[in-house]
Protein backbone atom coordinates (compact mmCIF):
# COMPACT_ATOMS: atom_id res chain seq x y z
CA UNK A 1 0.00 0.00 0.00
CA UNK A 2 1.29 3.52 -0.81
CA UNK A 3 1.52 6.16 1.82
CA UNK A 4 3.84 8.65 0.30
CA UNK A 5 3.14 9.91 -2.89
CA UNK A 6 4.83 13.39 -4.62
CA UNK A 7 3.59 14.34 -8.30
CA UNK A 8 5.49 16.64 -10.14
CA UNK A 9 6.70 18.59 -7.16
CA UNK A 10 8.64 21.54 -8.11
CA UNK A 11 10.40 24.27 -6.05
CA UNK A 12 12.19 27.56 -7.18
CA UNK A 13 13.85 30.31 -5.63
CA UNK A 14 14.24 33.59 -6.72
CA UNK A 15 12.90 34.03 -10.20
CA UNK A 16 14.44 35.34 -13.81
CA UNK A 17 17.85 35.19 -14.36
CA UNK A 18 18.79 34.35 -10.26
CA UNK A 19 16.32 31.33 -10.70
CA UNK A 20 17.33 28.00 -8.31
CA UNK A 21 14.97 25.19 -9.54
CA UNK A 22 15.85 23.48 -5.90
CA UNK A 23 13.17 20.60 -7.24
CA UNK A 24 12.23 20.19 -10.76
CA UNK A 25 9.27 17.85 -11.46
CA UNK A 26 10.07 14.84 -8.73
CA UNK A 27 7.38 12.19 -9.11
CA UNK A 28 8.39 9.33 -6.19
CA UNK A 29 6.19 6.96 -4.03
CA UNK A 30 7.14 4.80 -0.73
CA UNK A 31 5.33 1.84 0.23
CA UNK A 32 3.66 1.55 3.74
CA UNK A 33 6.42 -0.33 6.09
CA UNK A 34 9.26 1.08 3.81
CA UNK A 35 12.46 1.92 4.74
CA UNK A 36 13.51 4.34 1.71
CA UNK A 37 16.74 5.95 1.59
CA UNK A 38 17.13 9.67 -0.98
CA UNK A 39 20.85 9.72 -1.81
CA UNK A 40 22.37 12.68 -3.19
CA UNK A 41 25.03 15.11 -2.91
CA UNK A 42 24.55 18.63 -1.31
CA UNK A 43 22.46 21.30 -3.66
CA UNK A 44 20.69 18.28 -4.80
CA UNK A 45 17.41 19.13 -3.17
CA UNK A 46 16.94 16.14 -1.11
CA UNK A 47 16.65 18.34 1.74
CA UNK A 48 13.84 20.39 0.05
CA UNK A 49 12.18 17.21 -0.98
CA UNK A 50 12.08 16.02 2.35
CA UNK A 51 10.85 19.45 3.83
CA UNK A 52 7.86 18.81 1.23
CA UNK A 53 6.89 15.58 2.14
CA UNK A 54 6.87 16.69 6.10
CA UNK A 55 4.85 19.57 4.99
CA UNK A 56 7.19 21.68 6.41
CA UNK A 57 7.41 24.07 3.53
CA UNK A 58 5.16 24.73 0.52
CA UNK A 59 5.95 23.85 -3.08
CA UNK A 60 5.68 26.06 -6.07
CA UNK A 61 4.01 23.44 -7.70
CA UNK A 62 3.14 19.88 -7.39
CA UNK A 63 1.72 17.94 -4.90
CA UNK A 64 2.27 15.60 -2.05
CA UNK A 65 0.18 12.92 -0.59
CA UNK A 66 0.31 11.47 2.64
CA UNK A 67 -1.96 8.63 3.13
CA UNK A 68 -4.04 9.72 0.43
CA UNK A 69 -4.59 12.69 1.44
CA UNK A 70 -3.38 16.03 -0.36
CA UNK A 71 -1.71 17.95 2.02
CA UNK A 72 -0.97 21.23 1.06
CA UNK A 73 -4.86 21.57 0.27
CA UNK A 74 -5.38 21.42 4.40
CA UNK A 75 -5.50 24.40 6.22
CA UNK A 76 -2.45 25.42 8.49
CA UNK A 77 -4.32 24.19 11.47
CA UNK A 78 -4.93 20.76 9.90
CA UNK A 79 -2.06 21.01 8.59
CA UNK A 80 -0.17 21.01 11.89
CA UNK A 81 -2.89 18.49 13.48
CA UNK A 82 -1.75 16.14 10.71
CA UNK A 83 1.80 16.56 10.89
CA UNK A 84 1.69 16.23 14.89
CA UNK A 85 -0.59 12.97 14.75
CA UNK A 86 1.00 11.34 11.33
CA UNK A 87 4.81 12.41 10.67
CA UNK A 88 8.11 12.16 13.09
CA UNK A 89 11.15 14.10 12.55
CA UNK A 90 15.28 13.08 13.02
CA UNK A 91 17.24 16.08 12.15
CA UNK A 92 21.14 16.22 11.68
CA UNK A 93 21.71 18.45 14.60
CA UNK A 94 19.77 16.30 17.41
CA UNK A 95 17.61 19.42 18.52
CA UNK A 96 17.29 18.12 22.15
CA UNK A 97 16.52 20.64 25.04
CA UNK A 98 19.78 21.07 26.77
CA UNK A 99 18.14 22.19 30.28
CA UNK A 100 16.22 19.11 30.09
CA UNK A 101 17.15 15.31 30.67
CA UNK A 102 16.64 12.38 28.46
CA UNK A 103 13.16 11.21 29.66
CA UNK A 104 12.32 14.70 29.77
CA UNK A 105 13.24 15.40 26.07
CA UNK A 106 11.43 12.11 24.70
CA UNK A 107 7.89 13.25 26.28
CA UNK A 108 8.04 16.77 25.51
CA UNK A 109 6.21 16.73 22.44
CA UNK A 110 3.69 14.42 23.39
CA UNK A 111 2.95 16.74 26.70
CA UNK A 112 3.21 20.10 24.48
CA UNK A 113 0.44 18.12 22.17
CA UNK A 114 -1.50 18.33 25.46
CA UNK A 115 -1.18 14.35 26.29
CA UNK A 116 -0.38 12.07 28.93
CA UNK A 117 2.81 10.36 27.71
CA UNK A 118 2.29 6.17 27.19
CA UNK A 119 5.40 5.46 29.80
CA UNK A 120 5.52 1.55 29.33
CA UNK A 121 5.91 1.81 25.59
CA UNK A 122 8.55 4.94 25.84
CA UNK A 123 10.22 2.93 28.69
CA UNK A 124 10.41 0.20 25.59
CA UNK A 125 11.68 2.21 23.20
CA UNK A 126 13.99 3.39 25.88
CA UNK A 127 15.71 0.43 26.13
CA UNK A 128 15.67 -1.10 22.46
CA UNK A 129 17.49 2.78 21.88
CA UNK A 130 19.48 1.67 25.25
CA UNK A 131 19.37 4.64 26.44
CA UNK A 132 17.58 3.23 29.10
CA UNK A 133 20.34 3.94 31.90
CA UNK A 134 20.71 7.80 30.68
CA UNK A 135 16.88 8.53 31.60
CA UNK A 136 18.39 11.29 34.02
CA UNK A 137 20.95 12.68 32.03
CA UNK A 138 21.53 15.76 30.33
CA UNK A 139 21.69 16.08 26.80
CA UNK A 140 25.40 17.50 27.03
CA UNK A 141 26.95 14.33 29.48
CA UNK A 142 25.66 12.35 26.35
CA UNK A 143 27.63 10.97 22.93
CA UNK A 144 26.88 12.07 19.63
CA UNK A 145 25.38 8.61 18.95
CA UNK A 146 23.49 8.93 22.42
CA UNK A 147 21.76 12.06 21.38
CA UNK A 148 20.95 10.94 18.18
CA UNK A 149 19.18 7.88 19.88
CA UNK A 150 17.48 10.13 22.25
CA UNK A 151 15.97 12.29 19.50
CA UNK A 152 15.01 9.32 17.61
CA UNK A 153 12.86 8.23 20.79
CA UNK A 154 11.13 11.06 21.16
CA UNK A 155 10.51 11.09 17.31
CA UNK A 156 8.92 7.70 18.09
CA UNK A 157 7.00 8.74 21.35
CA UNK A 158 3.87 9.87 19.60
CA UNK A 159 3.73 6.59 17.75
CA UNK A 160 3.77 8.57 14.12
CA UNK A 161 3.39 6.53 11.04
CA UNK A 162 6.20 7.72 8.72
CA UNK A 163 9.32 8.86 10.13
CA UNK A 164 11.37 11.89 8.37
CA UNK A 165 15.27 11.45 8.79
CA UNK A 166 17.25 14.49 7.60
CA UNK A 167 20.85 13.56 7.30
CA UNK A 168 20.62 11.58 10.70
CA UNK A 169 24.20 10.51 10.57
CA UNK A 170 25.89 13.59 9.51
CA UNK A 171 27.54 14.35 12.44
CA UNK A 172 28.55 11.15 13.76
CA UNK A 173 31.56 8.80 13.09
CA UNK A 174 30.55 5.70 10.78
CA UNK A 175 31.23 3.72 13.97
CA UNK A 176 28.09 5.40 15.86
CA UNK A 177 26.13 5.90 12.16
CA UNK A 178 26.07 2.34 11.77
CA UNK A 179 24.78 1.85 15.44
CA UNK A 180 22.03 4.27 14.71
CA UNK A 181 21.21 3.27 11.40
CA UNK A 182 21.04 -0.09 12.59
CA UNK A 183 19.09 0.98 14.92
CA UNK A 184 16.52 2.87 13.09
CA UNK A 185 15.55 0.37 10.58
CA UNK A 186 15.08 -2.47 14.07
CA UNK A 187 12.42 0.13 15.47
CA UNK A 188 10.91 0.86 12.11
CA UNK A 189 10.49 -2.93 11.90
CA UNK A 190 9.34 -3.35 15.35
CA UNK A 191 6.73 -0.22 15.17
CA UNK A 192 5.49 -0.60 11.62
CA UNK A 193 7.04 2.36 10.10
CA UNK A 194 7.34 3.97 6.99
CA UNK A 195 10.71 5.40 7.14
CA UNK A 196 12.28 7.84 4.45
CA UNK A 197 15.93 8.71 4.90
CA UNK A 198 18.19 11.61 3.28
CA UNK A 199 21.80 10.84 2.64
CA UNK A 200 24.43 11.58 0.96
CA UNK A 201 26.47 8.79 1.84
CA UNK A 202 26.05 5.39 -0.41
CA UNK A 203 27.26 3.03 2.09
CA UNK A 204 24.99 3.81 4.82
CA UNK A 205 21.75 3.62 2.35
CA UNK A 206 22.60 -0.27 1.93
CA UNK A 207 20.60 -0.86 5.09
CA UNK A 208 17.58 0.55 3.19
CA UNK A 209 14.73 -1.44 0.85
CA UNK A 210 15.46 1.10 -1.77
CA UNK A 211 17.55 3.59 -2.76
CA UNK A 212 15.70 6.94 -4.39
CA UNK A 213 18.61 9.27 -6.28
CA UNK A 214 18.16 12.59 -6.77
CA UNK A 215 20.40 15.04 -8.64
CA UNK A 216 19.42 18.57 -9.84
CA UNK A 217 16.18 18.53 -8.24
CA UNK A 218 15.32 15.48 -10.20
CA UNK A 219 14.84 11.90 -9.46
CA UNK A 220 17.33 9.93 -10.93
CA UNK A 221 16.55 6.72 -10.32
CA UNK A 222 14.69 4.46 -7.51
CA UNK A 223 11.14 6.48 -7.85
CA UNK A 224 9.05 3.20 -7.19
CA UNK A 225 6.18 3.04 -9.17
CA UNK B 1 -42.19 27.80 37.55
CA UNK B 2 -39.07 25.80 39.30
CA UNK B 3 -40.56 23.48 37.20
CA UNK B 4 -38.25 24.45 34.26
CA UNK B 5 -34.81 23.93 35.74
CA UNK B 6 -35.07 20.39 36.48
CA UNK B 7 -37.01 20.14 32.91
CA UNK B 8 -34.24 21.78 30.82
CA UNK B 9 -31.41 19.81 33.06
CA UNK B 10 -33.03 16.35 31.74
CA UNK B 11 -33.63 18.20 28.04
CA UNK B 12 -29.69 18.78 28.06
CA UNK B 13 -28.32 15.54 29.87
CA UNK B 14 -30.60 13.68 26.55
CA UNK B 15 -29.00 16.40 24.17
CA UNK B 16 -25.19 15.12 25.43
CA UNK B 17 -26.26 11.66 25.55
CA UNK B 18 -27.36 12.13 21.95
CA UNK B 19 -23.82 13.84 20.87
CA UNK B 20 -22.25 11.58 22.53
CA UNK B 21 -23.90 8.20 20.86
CA UNK B 22 -23.20 9.96 18.02
CA UNK B 23 -19.30 10.09 18.26
CA UNK B 24 -19.01 6.43 19.64
CA UNK B 25 -21.08 5.27 16.04
CA UNK B 26 -18.48 6.76 14.30
CA UNK B 27 -15.68 4.82 16.13
CA UNK B 28 -17.69 1.72 15.92
CA UNK B 29 -18.42 2.68 12.35
CA UNK B 30 -13.88 2.51 11.38
CA UNK B 31 -13.89 -0.99 13.37
CA UNK B 32 -16.57 -2.71 10.98
CA UNK B 33 -15.23 -0.93 8.18
CA UNK B 34 -11.80 -2.08 8.88
CA UNK B 35 -13.19 -5.87 10.14
CA UNK B 36 -14.91 -6.45 6.70
CA UNK B 37 -12.90 -5.30 4.31
CA UNK B 38 -9.61 -3.60 5.78
CA UNK B 39 -10.32 -0.22 4.89
CA UNK B 40 -9.83 2.67 6.94
CA UNK B 41 -10.96 6.55 7.01
CA UNK B 42 -9.63 9.35 6.25
CA UNK B 43 -8.52 10.74 9.63
CA UNK B 44 -10.73 13.86 10.67
CA UNK B 45 -8.29 17.14 11.55
CA UNK B 46 -10.06 18.74 14.46
CA UNK B 47 -8.26 19.62 17.77
CA UNK B 48 -10.62 17.62 19.86
CA UNK B 49 -10.11 14.42 21.93
CA UNK B 50 -12.84 12.75 19.60
CA UNK B 51 -10.32 13.32 16.59
CA UNK B 52 -7.34 12.25 18.47
CA UNK B 53 -9.01 9.11 19.53
CA UNK B 54 -9.55 8.27 15.88
CA UNK B 55 -5.84 9.10 14.68
CA UNK B 56 -4.88 7.03 17.31
CA UNK B 57 -7.32 4.25 16.18
CA UNK B 58 -6.49 4.59 12.38
CA UNK B 59 -3.12 4.42 13.34
CA UNK B 60 -3.06 1.22 15.43
CA UNK B 61 -5.43 -0.54 13.14
CA UNK B 62 -3.12 0.32 10.24
CA UNK B 63 -0.41 -1.14 12.10
CA UNK B 64 -1.83 -4.44 12.54
CA UNK B 65 -2.69 -4.71 8.80
CA UNK B 66 0.84 -3.74 8.40
CA UNK B 67 2.10 -6.27 10.25
CA UNK B 68 0.05 -9.52 9.19
CA UNK B 69 1.16 -8.04 5.61
CA UNK B 70 4.41 -8.24 6.58
CA UNK B 71 4.37 -11.65 7.92
CA UNK B 72 2.90 -12.80 4.81
CA UNK B 73 5.36 -11.92 2.70
CA UNK B 74 7.84 -12.95 4.71
CA UNK B 75 6.16 -16.55 4.47
CA UNK B 76 5.42 -15.81 0.71
CA UNK B 77 9.19 -15.23 0.38
CA UNK B 78 10.67 -18.42 1.40
CA UNK B 79 8.01 -20.48 0.23
CA UNK B 80 9.08 -18.75 -3.15
CA UNK B 81 12.40 -19.75 -2.36
CA UNK B 82 12.04 -23.22 -1.97
CA UNK B 83 10.07 -23.37 -5.20
CA UNK B 84 12.82 -21.79 -7.02
CA UNK B 85 15.18 -24.37 -5.96
CA UNK B 86 13.61 -27.03 -6.80
CA UNK B 87 13.07 -26.31 -9.97
CA UNK B 88 16.97 -25.54 -10.47
CA UNK B 89 17.31 -29.09 -9.94
CA UNK B 90 15.65 -29.91 -13.15
CA UNK B 91 18.23 -28.99 -15.21
CA UNK B 92 21.22 -30.96 -13.83
CA UNK B 93 19.05 -33.90 -13.33
CA UNK B 94 18.21 -33.72 -16.99
CA UNK B 95 21.85 -33.33 -17.95
CA UNK B 96 22.42 -36.09 -15.88
CA UNK B 97 19.67 -38.86 -17.72
CA UNK B 98 20.65 -37.56 -21.03
CA UNK B 99 24.72 -38.13 -20.42
CA UNK B 100 24.11 -41.72 -19.06
CA UNK B 101 21.69 -42.56 -22.01
CA UNK B 102 24.82 -41.53 -24.48
CA UNK B 103 27.13 -43.83 -22.37
CA UNK B 104 25.40 -46.44 -21.87
CA UNK B 105 24.39 -46.64 -25.78
CA UNK B 106 28.07 -47.14 -26.08
CA UNK B 107 30.51 -46.69 -29.15
CA UNK B 108 32.10 -43.83 -27.54
CA UNK B 109 36.05 -43.42 -28.11
CA UNK B 110 37.50 -43.74 -24.00
CA UNK B 111 37.92 -39.96 -23.93
CA UNK B 112 34.75 -39.23 -24.95
CA UNK B 113 33.64 -41.31 -22.27
CA UNK B 114 36.01 -39.75 -19.76
CA UNK B 115 34.41 -36.33 -20.76
CA UNK B 116 30.58 -37.11 -20.02
CA UNK B 117 31.41 -38.88 -16.95
CA UNK B 118 32.90 -35.40 -15.51
CA UNK B 119 30.29 -34.14 -16.83
CA UNK B 120 28.11 -35.95 -14.87
CA UNK B 121 29.99 -35.69 -11.92
CA UNK B 122 29.96 -31.91 -12.31
CA UNK B 123 26.03 -31.83 -12.71
CA UNK B 124 25.88 -34.04 -9.54
CA UNK B 125 27.97 -31.95 -7.30
CA UNK B 126 25.72 -28.85 -8.50
CA UNK B 127 22.57 -31.10 -7.56
CA UNK B 128 24.42 -31.62 -4.02
CA UNK B 129 24.96 -28.06 -3.43
CA UNK B 130 21.84 -27.24 -4.42
CA UNK B 131 19.82 -29.76 -2.11
CA UNK B 132 22.30 -28.81 0.32
CA UNK B 133 20.89 -24.74 -0.18
CA UNK B 134 17.12 -26.68 -0.59
CA UNK B 135 17.76 -27.79 2.95
CA UNK B 136 18.92 -25.13 4.70
CA UNK B 137 16.30 -22.96 3.11
CA UNK B 138 13.65 -25.19 4.42
CA UNK B 139 14.73 -25.30 8.06
CA UNK B 140 15.06 -21.38 7.42
CA UNK B 141 11.37 -21.89 6.68
CA UNK B 142 10.13 -23.69 9.83
CA UNK B 143 12.53 -20.87 11.82
CA UNK B 144 11.12 -18.01 9.44
CA UNK B 145 8.72 -16.16 11.96
CA UNK B 146 11.30 -16.20 14.71
CA UNK B 147 13.76 -18.53 16.32
CA UNK B 148 14.59 -18.46 19.85
CA UNK B 149 18.11 -15.81 20.52
CA UNK B 150 19.97 -15.68 23.77
CA UNK B 151 22.98 -14.42 25.17
CA UNK B 152 25.87 -16.50 24.44
CA UNK B 153 29.79 -16.74 23.41
CA UNK B 154 30.62 -15.77 20.21
CA UNK B 155 33.91 -17.25 20.81
CA UNK B 156 32.19 -20.84 20.17
CA UNK B 157 29.92 -19.49 17.64
CA UNK B 158 33.02 -18.08 15.44
CA UNK B 159 34.59 -20.77 15.90
CA UNK B 160 32.24 -23.34 14.55
CA UNK B 161 31.23 -21.50 11.70
CA UNK B 162 35.33 -21.27 10.93
CA UNK B 163 35.74 -25.14 11.12
CA UNK B 164 32.95 -25.59 8.63
CA UNK B 165 34.99 -24.14 6.20
CA UNK B 166 38.67 -25.13 7.45
CA UNK B 167 38.63 -27.70 4.76
CA UNK B 168 37.60 -25.61 2.00
CA UNK B 169 40.75 -22.98 2.82
CA UNK B 170 42.89 -25.58 3.46
CA UNK B 171 42.60 -26.77 -0.32
CA UNK B 172 43.16 -23.57 -1.56
CA UNK B 173 46.01 -22.23 1.01
CA UNK B 174 43.82 -20.17 2.37
CA UNK B 175 44.71 -18.79 5.93
CA UNK B 176 41.57 -17.97 8.14
CA UNK B 177 43.53 -15.64 10.40
CA UNK B 178 41.12 -13.97 13.95
CA UNK B 179 41.95 -11.48 16.24
CA UNK B 180 42.35 -12.29 19.51
CA UNK B 181 39.24 -10.45 21.51
CA UNK B 182 37.71 -10.58 25.00
CA UNK B 183 34.91 -12.82 25.50
CA UNK B 184 31.54 -11.31 24.52
CA UNK B 185 28.08 -12.48 24.64
CA UNK B 186 25.85 -11.12 21.78
CA UNK B 187 21.84 -12.23 21.97
CA UNK B 188 21.72 -14.63 19.34
CA UNK B 189 21.27 -18.15 17.97
CA UNK B 190 24.66 -19.45 18.10
CA UNK B 191 23.12 -22.10 15.19
CA UNK B 192 21.72 -20.07 12.93
CA UNK B 193 24.65 -17.38 13.39
CA UNK B 194 27.25 -19.84 12.66
CA UNK B 195 25.51 -21.05 9.36
CA UNK B 196 25.25 -17.26 8.69
CA UNK B 197 28.90 -16.40 9.43
CA UNK B 198 29.85 -19.58 7.09
CA UNK B 199 28.28 -18.28 4.67
CA UNK B 200 30.51 -15.19 4.40
CA UNK B 201 33.15 -17.19 4.78
CA UNK B 202 32.58 -19.09 2.53
CA UNK B 203 31.71 -16.57 -0.33
CA UNK B 204 35.02 -14.83 0.97
CA UNK B 205 37.11 -18.30 0.14
CA UNK B 206 35.70 -19.13 -3.19
CA UNK B 207 36.71 -15.34 -4.25
CA UNK B 208 40.00 -15.07 -2.47
CA UNK B 209 42.94 -15.77 -4.60
CA UNK B 210 45.11 -19.01 -3.15
CA UNK B 211 47.33 -18.50 -0.84
CA UNK B 212 45.59 -15.10 0.63
CA UNK B 213 44.59 -14.42 4.05
CA UNK B 214 40.91 -14.18 4.78
CA UNK B 215 40.70 -11.68 8.27
CA UNK B 216 38.18 -11.68 11.41
CA UNK B 217 37.69 -8.94 13.49
CA UNK B 218 35.53 -8.60 16.56
CA UNK B 219 34.51 -5.55 18.05
CA UNK B 220 32.40 -4.30 20.89
CA UNK B 221 30.24 -1.48 19.79
CA UNK B 222 27.99 0.40 22.25
CA UNK B 223 24.86 -1.90 21.58
CA UNK B 224 25.79 -4.10 19.20
CA UNK B 225 29.13 -6.92 18.56
CA UNK B 226 30.65 -5.56 15.17
CA UNK B 227 32.38 -8.76 13.24
CA UNK B 228 34.50 -8.02 10.08
CA UNK B 229 35.30 -10.66 7.66
CA UNK B 230 37.92 -8.74 5.28
CA UNK B 231 39.00 -10.48 2.14
CA UNK B 232 41.12 -10.02 -0.88
CA UNK B 233 38.84 -11.05 -3.29
CA UNK B 234 37.21 -8.83 -6.36
CA UNK B 235 35.50 -6.93 -3.59
CA UNK B 236 32.04 -5.85 -4.46
CA UNK B 237 31.20 -2.30 -6.48
CA UNK B 238 29.70 0.49 -4.69
CA UNK B 239 26.46 0.75 -6.43
CA UNK B 240 26.28 -2.92 -6.17
CA UNK B 241 25.94 -2.76 -2.36
CA UNK B 242 22.31 -2.48 -2.13
CA UNK B 243 22.08 -5.38 -4.17
CA UNK B 244 24.07 -8.33 -2.78
CA UNK B 245 21.84 -9.49 -0.03
CA UNK B 246 19.05 -10.07 -2.47
CA UNK B 247 17.85 -13.16 -3.15
CA UNK B 248 19.56 -14.78 -6.56
CA UNK B 249 21.02 -11.65 -6.97
CA UNK B 250 24.58 -12.15 -8.89
CA UNK B 251 27.54 -9.84 -8.45
CA UNK B 252 27.90 -8.31 -12.24
CA UNK B 253 31.64 -9.87 -12.70
CA UNK B 254 31.10 -13.14 -10.65
CA UNK B 255 29.52 -15.03 -13.80
CA UNK B 256 32.26 -17.30 -14.08
CA UNK B 257 31.67 -18.49 -10.38
CA UNK B 258 29.63 -21.29 -9.08
CA UNK B 259 26.67 -19.65 -6.98
CA UNK B 260 23.17 -19.27 -6.57
CA UNK B 261 23.03 -15.88 -4.85
CA UNK B 262 21.14 -17.33 -1.69
CA UNK B 263 24.05 -17.42 0.42
CA UNK B 264 24.62 -13.74 1.66
CA UNK B 265 20.63 -13.72 1.25
CA UNK B 266 20.12 -16.41 3.87
CA UNK B 267 23.10 -14.42 5.66
CA UNK B 268 21.26 -11.24 6.04
CA UNK B 269 17.68 -12.89 6.51
CA UNK B 270 19.49 -14.57 9.69
CA UNK B 271 21.05 -11.31 11.06
CA UNK B 272 17.57 -9.57 11.19
CA UNK B 273 15.45 -12.55 12.73
CA UNK B 274 18.13 -11.86 15.00
CA UNK B 275 17.83 -7.93 15.42
CA UNK B 276 20.65 -7.66 13.93
CA UNK B 277 22.26 -6.84 10.16
CA UNK B 278 24.98 -7.50 7.44
CA UNK B 279 27.10 -4.49 5.53
CA UNK B 280 29.32 -4.57 3.16
CA UNK B 281 32.25 -2.20 2.41
CA UNK B 282 35.85 -2.21 0.92
CA UNK B 283 38.95 -4.01 2.31
CA UNK B 284 40.54 -0.29 4.30
CA UNK B 285 43.87 -2.73 3.29
CA UNK B 286 43.37 -2.43 -0.17
CA UNK B 287 41.74 -5.13 -2.42
CA UNK B 288 38.71 -7.36 -1.12
CA UNK B 289 35.86 -6.77 0.40
CA UNK B 290 34.91 -6.08 3.98
CA UNK B 291 31.29 -7.39 5.28
CA UNK B 292 30.80 -6.51 8.64
CA UNK B 293 27.74 -8.69 10.89
CA UNK B 294 26.31 -6.73 13.83
CA UNK B 295 24.71 -8.45 16.36
CA UNK B 296 22.57 -6.65 19.32
CA UNK B 297 24.26 -6.73 23.04
CA UNK B 298 20.83 -6.71 24.59
Known amino acids: ?225 | MIWVIPVLAIAALLLMGAVYRRKLRRFSHILEEFQRDGTLPEQSLRDTVESKLESQLIGALRRVSLQEERARQEKNEVARLLSDLSHQLKTPLANIVMNTEILKNGGLQSEKQTEFLLRNEEQAKKMQWLMKNLVKASRLEQGVISFACESAPLHETLARSISGIYAQARSRAIKIDTEDFPPVFPVHSPNWTAEAIGNILENAVKYSPEGSTIRIRVNKLEMYVKIEITDSGPGVPKSEYNCIFQRFYRGKNTSDMEGSGLGLYLAQLIARNEKGYITVGENPQGRGSCFAFFLPLL
Not at chain 1, 180 to 188: A, D, F, K, Q
Open chain 1, 1 to 225: MEILKTVELKKYYGRGEAMVKALDGVSMSVQQGEFAAVVGSSGSGKSTLLHMLGGLDYPTEGQVFVDGREIFKLDETQLAIFRRRNIGFVFQNYNLVPVLNVYENIVLPVELDGEKPDRDYIEEVMQTLGIGEKRRSLPNQLSGGQQQRVAIARALAAKPAILLADEPTGNLDSRASQEVLGLLRLTGERYSQTIVMITHNEELAQLCDRIVRIEDGKIRGGGGR
